[in-house]
């Protein structure tokens, strides 16, 4: 592979990284993204990035609460179970999107529980507001 390619990928990935830290000291949500976003949250539980993980949490969201809990325990995301568009869940009184994932013990026992993300849509750019296990 050409080293000028490995370097802008680096340069690529290292910025993406540096976001997610920039976010959690502002308070302020990551620059909104693309579709798919889910993934940045999925990806990272999957491979307990919790540096990036707290990097996607907002301040007073539940996110926070249950990466501690999934550090000390940490669970696997699986396949996409429904997505609910126009959710009623509403944060600052705009319409999100709840995309729901089943979710699995490390050893891959599953739980019954439901990995949420809650993502909101204005002029065609995604942000994710808050994730949290879903079930009892």
Known sequence: MNLKIILCLALVLSG?????SAAKKSGTPIA???QGTYEMVTNAI?????NILQGLAMPGMRANEY???WEKYPVRVGKLIRV???????????PCAIYSFGLKSK?????GHELQVLIREENGKFTILDFWNFGW
């Open 16 to 20: 993406g990284l540096f976001g997610c």
């Open 32 to 34: 909104p993204i693309q």
């Open 46 to 50: 999957n491979s307990e990035d919790w």
């Open 67 to 69: 990466i501690q809990k």
């Open 84 to 94: 609910e568009k126009d959710s009623k869940y509403y944060l600052d009184g705009k």
């Open 107 to 111: 050893d891959g026992i599953s739980s």
